[in-house]
């Protein structure tokens, strides 16, 4: 018998005296808690258990197609790979008790890209390729973790939330279900010369709220409502023979039956309308309403955005906040991503704020001078939480510098009242003064322009560091025209100027995640926040820098980190597999931040940020440090693109 052999069969006798040890530990690590009891008996009875000292390689790329599934039941390995231009082998990641690996190389059939080494003395549960192909086969839930890997780990956490949010509000269907799957509306249609009176009596003997004018061919013209049906009959000049194009709205809006329920709770609430046409093509298939969407038992997204602006006063608007927090419940628990949660927070933000300028031009009065109030940050990215200060500023147009100063002194008084009015809806006025009511930032284009390019032009790593927030931008209230045409020009500016975009590169490696060499948390030692790391700033901001450089660089005028992330791999920029391990990882923090804001309101506490890794799961401890380090990839190319 070879020393291999040997070594083998002691393995195995090893694990077989302590099978029910084995499996209580496996027990506590995904995807082993997630597989029936006698699959995971058959691995472990097929496992063999090998001791690795500190150093010790145990596998290796020359080494050729990998042999073993190894689970570390004790200790810790690192990965260590060449890159390019450095002389000794770098540590790319960190592996501790309960986790796994190669999983990429084993389904595969190929060697390992890594050299996987023991950082301390070690011991590793070994499944044969052949045992390992078994298993694959004979449980479904560790083929879903061996073809996905920490992707599958991720879907767990998120139906670990949406289950936690439904035993709360309930949860009927997924805001991914696709319209079609959806139970659409049956289409009330009549022709375009139908007598209004003729298809008001379709409507209600069909007791629908709307009507969809067609063509022959099944193609939507326009839509009447029963909001159009008061109107015309509060106006009282409008005869009932007319034609049904005399008061329909053309062009109704529509999407593609393959589009999901989210996309049309964000067309109803963006557009403030109550009912969307459904397509095959140019067809009209059916008609979805918001009462489709949302039950009567929850809060409507589309009525509450409606509700919204038309509310009379500031403290209307203060009084709708509790009805956003109950909605992001809602929301988990009917599947929404946290993008897409923060895309209708952001929403519902944009028109509270629509509202108060709306509320202080009417008690203020017009100050005769045309201007667009622009957002920053968070809220233009779209990803704004509960959680959310102001970051704003005005825009105005002025033929000269003294034309400019008059303007601004008349907008002033009233950018102070919207601000003020904010800050009484819950968004609490910046510390940094990045307010509109601050006269550096109620500006003329020109004096905008002129900003950026100086900015641009005399950046330096400590001003940058606090004028990188300005490159995020967006327009809430007014027209958007001018403000459009500024960032094109600032993206121009960028691309121009590889020294800038050195610094802002450099920027993006301020905020390092919160990992240390053995991939344990590095949190505070000290003080209130004692044992806490901050997920906004250590483990969103990487992500959300590193997006914004690459994006700036490669003229991509797309504010989200998320999208920017996409379009990004789609020109190549970044390799997609990197891509999506960035977005799920940006993803899964920015959820566990909004949960945690969740629990923080419903306990009346004050948000905050800070979590302690010690009151997380196996599970969420696992994917917050490979999310964490995938924010450390990220910064590591960016140190390797711009030579930083």
């Known amino acids: 018998m070879s020393r291999d052999d040997s070594f083998e069969q002691i393995g195995r006798t090893a694990v077989k005296q302590n099978i029910h040890g084995t499996m209580s530990f496996l027990l506590g690590y995904p995807p082993f808690n997630q597989m029936e009891t006698n699959h995971l008996a058959w691995m472990v009875e097929h496992c063999q258990l090998r001791f690795y000292a500190q150093g010790d390689s145990i596998i290796r790329p020359q080494d050729g197609p990998v042999q073993h599934f190894h689970v570390v039941k004790q200790g810790r390995v690192r990965g260590e790979r060449l890159l390019a231009g450095q002389a000794s082998p770098d540590t790319t990641f960190e592996i501790s008790a309960g986790e796994c690996f190669p999983l990429a190389a084993l389904v595969g059939d190929r060697a390992t890209r890594t050299e996987h080494v023991a950082s301390e003395d070690t011991f590793c549960l070994l499944l044969q390729r052949d045992d390992f192909r078994q298993l694959v086969s004979m449980s479904a839930e560790f083929r879903d973790f061996a073809l996905r890997g920490v992707s599958s780990l991720l879907e767990q956490v998120n139906q670990q939330v949406q289950r936690q949010a439904a035993e709360m509000v309930g949860a009927q269907y997924s805001l991914d279900t696709p319209l079609s799957k959806i139970a659409i509306r049956q289409p009330i249609i009549c ?52 034609p049904m194009s005399a008061v329909m709205t053309p062009s109704p809006s529509r999407l593609t039956s393959s589009a999901s329920a989210f996309d049309a709770a964000i067309s109803m609430t ?119 200060d102001q970051d704003n500023g005005i825009l105005f147009e002025a033929q000269s510098d003294e034309q400019a100063q008059q303007s601004r002194q008349r907008l002033l008084p009233l950018a102070r009242q919207i601000n003020q009015a904010l800050a009484e809806c819950g968004f609490t006025l910046c510390k940094g003064n990045i307010m509109a009511s601050n006269p550096e930032l109620c500006l003329s284009r020109r004096e905008w322009h002129q900003r950026f390019a100086q900015c641009i032009r005399s950046a330096t790593p400590e001003n940058l560091l606090a004028s990188s ?62 044992h806490t790391l901050d997920l906004k700033i250590q483990g969103l901001t990487p992500f959300v820098d590193g997006a914004r450089i690459l994006a700036l660089a490669n003229g991509i005028s797309d504010t989200s980190t998320v999208r920017r992330l996409q379009q990004l791999k789609q020109r190549g920029v970044l390799n997609a597999l990197d891509a999506d391990a960035y977005e799920e990882a940006y993803q899964y923090i920015q959820l566990l931040r909004m949960q945690q804001h969740q629990h923080q309101d419903r306990e009346q506490r004050a948000f905050s940020n800070r979590v302690a890794p010690d009151t997380l799961n196996h599970l969420d401890q696992r994917i917050l440090r490979e999310s964490f380090r995938q924010a450390q990839r990220l910064q590591s ?8």
């Open 191 to 242: 022709s375009p010369d139908t007598p209004i009176g003729v298809a008001v009596r379709l409507m209600h003997e069909s007791s629908v709220g709307s009507i969809i004018i067609t063509d022959a061919q099944a193609t939507p013209l326009g839509i009447f409502t029963l909001r159009d049906l008061r109107r015309i009959v509060a106006e009282g000049e409008t005869d009932l023979q007319q």
């Open 270 to 388: 963006r557009e403030h309308i109550g009912h969307l046409c459904v397509v095959d093509g140019r067809q009209l298939v059916g008609v979805v309403s918001e009462r489709d969407l949302f039950s009567l038992q929850r809060v409507d997204l589309v009525h509450l955005a409606r509700t919204i602006s038309q509310a009379a006063d500031v403290q209307a608007l203060v009084a709708l906040r509790t009805d956003i927090h109950r909605l992001v419940d809602n929301m988990l628990a009917h599947g929404a991503s946290a993008a897409q949660i923060t895309h209708i927070i952001t929403l519902l933000n944009d028109h509270t704020t629509g509202r108060v300028i709306e509320l202080c031009l009417r008690q203020h009065g017009d100050p005769g001078v045309p201007f667009t109030w622009l957002c920053f940050g968070s809220e233009a990215r779209g990803e704004q939480t509960l959680k959310t």
């Open 637 to 644: 190319s960016l140190a390797l693109r711009y030579q930083l």
């Open 469 to 530: 927030i300005f490159f995020d931008f967006r327009v809430v209230w007014g027209e958007p025209d001018g403000a459009q045409e500024l960032f094109q020009s600032v993206l121009k500016m960028v691309a121009d100027n590889p020294t800038f975009q050195h610094l802002l590169a450099r920027n993006a490696l301020a905020n390092r995640p919160p990992l240390g060499f053995f991939r344990n948390f590095l949190v505070s030692g000290s003080g209130q926040e004692k």
